[in-house]
């Protein structure tokens, strides 16, 4: 593992950047710097499961191929165990590789060859999601409590692990219940209004909340689709 990459200001987070090109990954470590972020890099995918676990980044800029493990199963085993923002690295405009990366968690991805300068906008962008500050007591919806200032989900009282992006999205809807949201409006408040790309990626996570929460969009009991503009949340 390579010494850490110390921020030139007080740091804005931590980001572990993993991708076996060194120059590649000593650039965007360096411009990463600059912005205020302490920055550590390996360059192999069990390099990249042992950092996670020892240094708790904040972000993960995760190339997708790599040796030893691949992007994905490295993003797969990282929720295991921590929610820090993913940001997926393809060299392959594919657009099955983006699906795989955000259906094993990943909440962002960039296609390379890619400007360091987008790069860098993008880890800023997430770390500065807008977290919506809730009442004290939960929100109530029937079986599901969306407890918004201690970013906690239960569904019948059993607690539920969302990633943070997954969470974000049932916060900006719990929080505007019955409201109907469009996609742009929910990758303004939970990416960011700069956010530039597919805005079908809100489709992929709610999907994936869906999951995780039991609610089938068939007979939705919380999370509706609003045809030709996006999600609201309802009640029981």
Not at 203 to 221: N, S
């Amino acid at each position: 593992m390579d010494i850490p990459v110390e921020a030139t200001a007080p740091a804005a987070g931590r980001v572990l950047v993993v991708d076996d090109e060194k120059a590649l990954a000593g650039m965007v470590a360096s411009y990463l710097a600059r912005a205020g972020y302490t920055v550590v890099q390996v360059h192999t995918g069990p390099g990249a499961l042992a950092a996670a676990r020892t240094e708790r980044p904040d972000v993960v800029v995760l190339d997708l191929g790599l040796p030893g493990l691949d992007g994905i199963e490295v993003c797969r085993r990282i929720r295991a165990s921590s929610q820090c923002y993913v940001l997926m690295l393809t060299a392959r405009g594919d657009e099955e590789d983006k699906l795989a990366g955000l259906a094993v968690g990943a909440d962002d991805y960039i296609t390379k060859p890619f400007s360091v300068r987008e790069l860098v906008a993008r880890v800023q962008a997430v770390m500065r999601r807008p977290r919506t500050e809730g009442p004290g007591a939960p929100l109530v919806f029937g079986d599901l409590e969306v407890d918004v200032a201690g970013r906690q989900v239960r569904v019948a009282g059993e607690p539920v692990a969302l990633t943070r992006t997954e969470f974000d999205l049932l916060a900006a809807l719990a929080t505007r219940p019955h409201e109907a949201l469009s996609r742009r409006r929910l990758i303004d408040v939970v990416w960011d209004p700069a956010w530039v790309g597919d805005e079908h990626i809100v489709d992929v996570h709610i999907g994936h909340l869906r999951r995780k929460i039991g609610d089938d969009p068939a007979r939705p009991r919380w999370v509706d689709t609003v045809r030709g503009i996006g999600y609201r949340m309802v009640s029981p």
